[in-house]
């Protein structure tokens, strides 16, 4: 038993052995391989063993011992130096060096090696080096042969250029020998039987051409034209005699003036080339546009004896030409003349009417509300109405008058060689007239109305600036007077717009110049008699002309929306006025400030009442706002939470200017407001049965909505027995009291305590 396992055993043995020894052979197969050299050595520079292949190839005799052979005699020393360099980095990764100096072998090829370094331990914890050399000779021979082709190719380039700077003195060369051709030109008559045989090679360039070519001997009046432009004109033959007469018939009677003083020019000599562009007819009986370009020649007396050149076609380039001219000079959606047509024509009509004493207009016509059609029916609708319109206009008009449009919905109209100012008030009626039927679009029936503004020279200015700036002023005093009519200019606008520009130019600095102050008018509650509110009201001393009422300032403010800083500035003052009085002991009224819809439609002017509040430190039950329907009517989602916030945290809300507006009440069931303010309007006929029945309308709406209503514009004691007979709550106006400066007022306190 113990013999048969023994020799299971030797058997497994043999098996092992003979399996190691064909792995062996495997490996050596691989190591010795003929295209890769593989060197082992210690860090020492000893080599420990390299294959067959390294010694063929570095040429290591058999009988030297590996212990005696370095690895420098190997590889590269600057190669080996990097390696120890780095021999620390390369725990877990390879180094890869590239040979780029030839390897010397002993029979004197070079050869270029890449070698592959890889760092090894053996069990006793010594570290070697194994290193495999790949033969890239090919690849480096392939690299200079490459390099060679492009230093080649950037020798031929080199070349090239100075065969091209060659041609370039060839070709000034040429050019300086034109004038040599000039004297040569007995020579060339004499060559012409020479030149007939080069005819054909000469036709078939002249046919292959584009352009029409022309050559015409001026001596003899006769013209060669190419085959093609024989065909377009409709010559019978190439050869044309009569040439200078022939041609002339075809073109354009208005050109012939222009082409032949190009062409004189050009043959005495004024200009270097003969260049003309001008129209021409064709065998169909149409015009086209040709570029004719030529050069001529001089016999040696200077006498113009022969010129040739081409034409060319350029009826697309014109007919571009053409309509980019019409662009810039014609509006392309209404097709009527721009500004600048306008102004050139509204020049020479002034000029005309200044010679002759006569007299002419200009129309400002704006359209009204039409920013309304365009937002709400969108651009593309807007832009057909527009159209439209332009037409209607023009149909009003004469022929000798103009029309442009200058704006959006702006358009001027010059009305040349009028009478009487008759004639103006017709067109402007024709005008009016046009907009008072309706204009279908889009299968909408849109009813637009327009205000016109009308100035007259020499009337209403000596110079096209004034005329028109003026009737632009006219324009806007016709759309304050309601709009859907006109206006003529008078000096009187001149000086309110003036008076407007002064308020728009130093209202900036008013608020930074501390020119601003508030006054107080007391409302007063009807029951007990006693001041229940103090209204802030602005006022503006202005350094030139005093005081200004809010009346003319507060409109400008609001359009340039500088009211949101002003309005901020009058909010703090009377709050902080406010503290004073209650500072003071008086504590039975609030401050009330009016509130633009500018501040209100301001994400953050609810967070900048309070943080005027805290600053003040002020009880918000202590202020009131007004605002107007206005505001209401405009409410967007940014004006309601501002309300909302505000009155959350104590803030009154009141409307004011109450009834003079239609379309509130629908917000007024949504939010619920403190307060109403009856417009002045009323209060003023409140004795006319209408006005008092709406006032009795408006206290008898506040009161079922548990508001307290205030009647502002009392002036009179009948107006208040009026007012307290309907069951007004509270009372404001002259009849108690005008705006007074802060002092006075608290003095209205005292009184009604």
Same mark, same amino acid.
């Given at each position: 038993?113990?013999?048969?396992?023994?020799?299971?055993?030797? +058997?497994?043995?043999?098996?092992?052995?003979?399996?190691?020894?064909k792995?062996?052979?495997?490996?050596?197969?691989?190591?010795?391989?003929?295209?890769m050299?593989?060197v082992?050595?210690?860090?020492?520079?000893?080599?420990?063993?390299?294959n067959?292949?390294?010694?063929?190839?570095?040429?290591? =005799?058999?009988?030297?011992?590996?212990?005696?052979?370095?690895?420098?005699?190997?590889?590269?020393k600057?190669?080996?130096?990097?390696?120890? +360099?780095?021999?620390?980095?390369?725990?877990?990764?390879?180094?890869?060096?590239?040979c780029?100096?030839?390897?010397?072998?002993?029979?004197?090829?070079?050869?270029?090696?890449?070698?592959?370094?890889s760092?090894?331990?053996?069990?006793?914890?010594?570290?070697?080096?194994?290193?495999?050399?790949?033969?890239?000779t090919?690849?480096?021979?392939?690299?200079?042969?490459?390099?060679?082709?492009?230093?080649?190719?950037?020798?031929?380039?080199?070349?090239?250029m100075?065969?091209? &700077?060659?041609?370039?003195?060839?070709?000034?060369?040429?050019?300086?020998?034109?004038?040599?051709?000039?004297?040569? #030109?007995?020579?060339i008559?004499?060559?012409?039987?020479?030149?007939?045989?080069?005819?054909?090679?000469?036709?078939?360039?002249?046919?292959?051409?584009?352009?029409? #070519?022309?050559?015409?001997?001026?001596?003899?009046?006769?013209?060669?034209?190419?085959?093609?432009?024989?065909?377009?004109?409709?010559?019978?033959?190439?050869?044309?005699?009569?040439?200078?007469? @022939?041609?002339?018939?075809?073109?354009?009677?208005?050109?012939?003036?222009?082409?032949?003083?190009?062409?004189?020019?050009?043959?005495?000599? *004024?200009?270097?080339?003969?260049?003309?562009?001008?129209?021409?007819?064709?065998?169909?009986?149409?015009?086209?546009?040709?570029?004719?370009?030529?050069?001529?020649?001089?016999?040696?007396?200077?006498r113009?004896?022969?010129?040739?050149?081409?034409?060319?076609?350029?009826?697309?380039?014109?007919?571009?030409?053409?309509?980019?001219?019409?662009?810039?000079f014609?509006?392309?959606?209404?097709?009527?003349?721009?500004?600048?047509?306008?102004?050139?024509?509204?020049?020479?009509?002034?000029?005309?009417?200044? !010679? $002759?004493g006569?007299?002419?207009?200009?129309?400002?016509?704006?359209l009204?509300?039409?920013?309304?059609?365009?937002?709400? #029916?969108?651009?593309?609708?807007?832009?057909?109405?527009?159209?439209?319109?332009?037409?209607?206009? @023009? =149909?009003?008009?004469?022929?000798?008058?103009?029309?442009?449009?200058?704006g959006?919905d702006?358009?001027?109209?010059?009305?040349?060689d009028?009478?009487?100012?008759?004639?103006?008030?017709?067109?402007?009626?024709?005008?009016?007239?046009?907009?008072?039927?309706?204009?279908?679009?889009?299968?909408? +029936?849109l009813?637009?109305?327009?205000? %016109?503004?009308?100035?007259?020279?020499?009337?209403?200015?000596?110079?096209? !600036?004034?005329?028109?700036? $003026?009737?632009?002023?006219a324009?806007?005093?016709? *759309?304050?007077?309601?709009?859907?009519?006109?206006?003529?200019?008078?000096?009187?606008?001149?000086?309110?717009?003036?008076?407007?520009?002064?308020i728009?130019?130093?209202l900036?600095?008013?608020?930074?110049?501390?020119?601003?102050?508030?006054?107080?008018?007391?409302?007063?509650?009807? !029951?007990?008699?006693?001041?229940?509110?103090?209204? =802030?009201l602005?006022?503006?001393?202005?350094?030139?002309?005093?005081?200004?009422?809010?009346?003319?300032?507060?409109?400008?403010?609001?359009?340039?929306?500088?009211i949101?800083?002003?309005?901020?500035?009058?909010?703090?003052?009377?709050?902080?006025?406010?503290?004073?009085?209650?500072?003071?002991?008086?504590?039975?009224?609030?401050?009330?400030?009016?509130?633009?819809?500018?501040?209100?439609q301001?994400?953050?002017?609810?967070?900048?009442?309070?943080? %005027?509040?805290?600053?003040?430190?002020?009880?918000?039950?202590?202020?009131?706002? &007004?605002?107007?329907? @206005?505001v209401? %009517?405009?409410?967007?989602d940014?004006?309601?939470?501002?309300?909302y916030?505000?009155?959350?945290?104590?803030?009154?809300?009141?409307?004011?200017?109450?009834?003079?507006?239609?379309?509130?009440?629908?917000?007024?069931?949504?939010?619920?407001?403190?307060?109403?303010?009856?417009?002045?309007?009323?209060?003023s006929?409140? *004795?006319?049965?209408? $006005?008092?029945?709406?006032?009795?309308?408006?206290?008898?709406?506040?009161?079922?909505?548990?508001?307290?209503?205030?009647?502002?514009?009392?002036?009179?004691?009948?107006?208040?027995?009026?007012?307290? *007979?309907?069951?007004?709550?509270?009372?404001?106006?002259?009849?108690?009291?005008?705006p007074?400066p802060?002092?006075?007022?608290?003095?209205?306190?005292?009184?009604?305590?």
């Amino acid at each position: 038993m113990r013999i048969e396992k023994n020799m299971s055993f030797i +058997e497994e043995s043999k098996k092992s052995i003979t399996y190691l020894k064909k792995k062996e052979e495997f490996l050596s197969r691989i190591f010795e391989n003929k295209q890769m050299l593989i060197v082992v050595w210690a860090l020492d520079g000893k080599v420990v063993w390299f294959n067959r292949y390294t010694q063929a190839v570095i040429g290591i =005799a058999v009988e030297e011992q590996t212990e005696r052979i370095y690895v420098s005699s190997i590889i590269p020393k600057d190669i080996i130096s990097r390696i120890k +360099e780095h021999l620390d980095d390369i725990e877990d990764r390879d180094i890869l060096y590239k040979c780029e100096n030839p390897m010397v072998l002993k029979d004197g090829r070079q050869i270029y090696i890449m070698w592959y370094n890889s760092n090894m331990c053996d069990d006793e914890g010594n570290k070697y080096v194994v290193s495999t050399g790949i033969d890239i000779t090919d690849l480096k021979n392939a690299e200079r042969r490459l390099e060679e082709a492009n230093s080649n190719l950037l020798a031929l380039n080199e070349e090239l250029m100075v065969q091209q &700077e060659e041609l370039s003195e060839m070709n000034e060369e040429l050019m300086a020998q034109e004038e040599q051709l000039r004297q040569n #030109l007995i020579e060339i008559q004499r060559q012409q039987d020479a030149l007939k045989r080069s005819e054909e090679r000469y036709r078939l360039v002249v046919e292959g051409a584009s352009d029409g #070519l022309w050559d015409w001997d001026l001596i003899t009046d006769t013209a060669y034209i190419s085959e093609r432009w024989k065909d377009v004109i409709g010559f019978d033959k190439e050869v044309v005699n009569n040439y200078c007469e @022939t041609w002339t018939e075809f073109i354009h009677p208005r050109d012939v003036k222009t082409v032949i003083n190009n062409l004189h020019s050009h043959l005495e000599k *004024k200009t270097p080339f003969y260049l003309c562009e001008y129209r021409i007819k064709t065998k169909d009986g149409r015009y086209i546009w040709i570029l004719s370009r030529g050069k001529a020649l001089w016999d040696e007396e200077g006498r113009a004896i022969r010129i040739a050149g081409s034409h060319t076609d350029i009826t697309g380039r014109k007919q571009m030409e053409s309509k980019l001219k019409y662009m810039a000079f014609y509006d392309p959606l209404t097709n009527l003349p721009r500004r600048d047509v306008f102004m050139d024509r509204f020049k020479a009509a002034m000029a005309d009417a200044r !010679r $002759n004493g006569k007299k002419l207009a200009v129309l400002f016509v704006d359209l009204d509300n039409f920013k309304t059609i365009n937002d709400s #029916l969108g651009h593309h609708t807007g832009d057909k109405l527009l159209k439209k319109i332009a037409r209607k206009l @023009t =149909a009003c008009l004469r022929e000798s008058d103009t029309v442009s449009r200058v704006g959006g919905d702006e358009f001027v109209i010059l009305l040349s060689d009028i009478i009487s100012i008759d004639d103006t008030d017709k067109v402007a009626n024709r005008i009016l007239e046009l907009f008072n039927q309706p204009i279908k679009i889009n299968n909408y +029936e849109l009813y637009v109305t327009g205000s %016109i503004g009308i100035a007259l020279y020499p009337d209403h200015g000596k110079s096209e !600036r004034a005329i028109l700036k $003026n009737a632009d002023i006219a324009m806007y005093k016709a *759309k304050g007077k309601g709009k859907n009519g006109f206006q003529y200019f008078d000096s009187i606008m001149r000086s309110e717009v003036e008076f407007a520009n002064t308020i728009k130019r130093d209202l900036g600095l008013a608020l930074e110049k501390n020119q601003f102050f508030l006054c107080y008018q007391p409302l007063v509650d009807v !029951r007990t008699g006693k001041v229940a509110s103090m209204e =802030a009201l602005l006022r503006w001393q202005h350094p030139k002309k005093g005081i200004i009422s809010p009346f003319h300032f507060i409109p400008i403010a609001e359009e340039t929306r500088q009211i949101i800083s002003i309005g901020e500035w009058v909010l703090r003052t009377a709050c902080r006025q406010k503290k004073e009085w209650l500072n003071m002991g008086y504590s039975g009224f609030s401050v009330s400030v009016n509130v633009s819809v500018h501040q209100l439609q301001r994400p953050d002017f609810a967070k900048v009442v309070c943080e %005027i509040l805290n600053e003040i430190e002020l009880d918000p039950r202590h202020l009131e706002l &007004e605002i107007t329907e @206005t505001v209401l %009517i405009k409410a967007m989602d940014t004006v309601v939470r501002n309300l909302y916030h505000l009155k959350e945290i104590g803030v009154k809300i009141i409307i004011d200017d109450f009834g003079t507006e239609n379309s509130s009440f629908r917000y007024m069931q949504k939010f619920n407001f403190d307060g109403l303010k009856i417009d002045k309007s009323f209060v003023s006929e409140i *004795k006319v049965d209408v $006005n008092k029945a709406i006032v009795d309308a408006i206290i008898l709406l506040g009161h079922r909505m548990e508001l307290g209503v205030t009647a502002e514009g009392v002036e009179t004691k009948e107006q208040l027995d009026c007012l307290v *007979k309907c069951g007004c709550d509270k009372v404001q106006g002259y009849y108690f009291s005008k705006p007074l400066p802060p002092d006075e007022a608290i003095r209205m306190v005292q009184k009604s305590v």
